[in-house]
Protein backbone atom coordinates (compact mmCIF):
# COMPACT_ATOMS: atom_id res chain seq x y z
CA UNK A 1 0.00 0.00 0.00
CA UNK A 2 1.53 3.78 -0.64
CA UNK A 3 1.53 6.23 1.86
CA UNK A 4 -0.66 8.14 0.06
CA UNK A 5 -3.33 5.63 0.40
CA UNK A 6 -2.36 4.90 3.83
CA UNK A 7 -2.51 8.63 4.96
CA UNK A 8 -6.16 8.81 3.42
CA UNK A 9 -7.24 5.56 5.04
CA UNK A 10 -6.16 7.29 8.05
CA UNK A 11 -7.63 10.70 7.30
CA UNK A 12 -10.71 8.93 6.58
CA UNK A 13 -10.71 6.76 9.84
CA UNK A 14 -10.07 10.11 12.18
CA UNK A 15 -13.26 11.72 10.24
CA UNK A 16 -15.24 8.79 11.17
CA UNK A 17 -14.38 8.77 14.66
CA UNK A 18 -14.89 12.25 15.28
CA UNK A 19 -17.73 12.59 13.26
CA UNK A 20 -19.37 9.45 14.97
CA UNK A 21 -18.20 11.24 18.61
CA UNK A 22 -19.43 14.62 18.02
CA UNK A 23 -22.92 13.25 16.86
CA UNK A 24 -23.32 10.94 20.14
CA UNK A 25 -22.23 13.77 22.56
CA UNK A 26 -23.94 16.76 20.52
CA UNK A 27 -27.64 15.36 22.35
CA UNK A 28 -28.33 17.01 25.42
CA UNK A 29 -31.91 15.78 25.77
CA UNK A 30 -32.95 12.81 27.63
CA UNK A 31 -34.09 10.59 24.60
CA UNK A 32 -32.62 7.77 22.81
CA UNK A 33 -28.83 7.65 21.17
CA UNK A 34 -29.31 8.21 17.48
CA UNK A 35 -27.33 5.13 16.08
CA UNK A 36 -28.34 5.30 12.54
CA UNK A 37 -26.20 8.09 11.71
CA UNK A 38 -23.20 7.00 13.21
CA UNK A 39 -23.83 3.60 11.60
CA UNK A 40 -24.48 4.77 8.47
CA UNK A 41 -21.44 7.40 8.66
CA UNK A 42 -19.17 3.74 9.67
CA UNK A 43 -20.31 2.16 6.96
CA UNK A 44 -19.87 4.48 4.54
CA UNK A 45 -16.54 5.29 5.87
CA UNK A 46 -15.50 1.59 5.72
CA UNK A 47 -16.74 1.43 1.77
CA UNK A 48 -14.77 4.40 0.97
CA UNK A 49 -11.82 3.15 2.74
CA UNK A 50 -12.17 -0.57 1.74
CA UNK A 51 -11.80 1.20 -2.17
CA UNK A 52 -8.98 3.19 -1.41
CA UNK A 53 -6.96 -0.25 -0.44
CA UNK A 54 -8.24 -1.79 -3.36
CA UNK A 55 -7.32 0.63 -6.15
CA UNK A 56 -3.77 0.53 -4.48
CA UNK A 57 -1.27 -0.12 -6.93
CA UNK A 58 0.00 -3.27 -5.08
CA UNK A 59 1.62 -6.31 -6.91
CA UNK A 60 -0.77 -9.80 -7.27
CA UNK A 61 0.82 -12.87 -7.28
CA UNK A 62 -0.09 -16.73 -8.07
CA UNK A 63 -0.66 -15.53 -12.22
CA UNK A 64 -1.21 -11.77 -12.30
CA UNK A 65 1.41 -9.92 -12.49
CA UNK A 66 4.41 -9.77 -10.13
CA UNK A 67 6.36 -5.94 -9.82
CA UNK A 68 9.89 -5.42 -7.88
CA UNK A 69 12.76 -3.19 -8.11
CA UNK A 70 15.29 -3.61 -10.51
CA UNK A 71 19.03 -2.21 -11.20
CA UNK A 72 19.29 0.67 -13.43
CA UNK A 73 22.50 1.19 -14.99
CA UNK A 74 23.68 4.30 -18.33
CA UNK A 75 25.11 4.05 -21.33
CA UNK A 76 28.52 3.53 -19.87
CA UNK A 77 27.43 0.62 -17.59
CA UNK A 78 27.55 2.40 -13.72
CA UNK A 79 24.63 2.05 -11.66
CA UNK A 80 21.95 4.74 -11.95
CA UNK A 81 19.68 3.45 -9.28
CA UNK A 82 16.60 1.24 -9.16
CA UNK A 83 13.59 0.99 -11.48
CA UNK A 84 10.22 -0.98 -10.37
CA UNK A 85 9.16 -3.01 -13.24
CA UNK A 86 6.20 -5.43 -13.47
CA UNK A 87 5.81 -7.92 -14.86
Request: aromatic share 12%; with cysteine.
Amino acid sequence: MSIKTKLAALALATLAIAGSIATTTSQAEAKPLGWGWGVGAGIATAAIVGTAIAASNEPYYYGYHRCGWVAQYNAFGQYVGRVRTCY
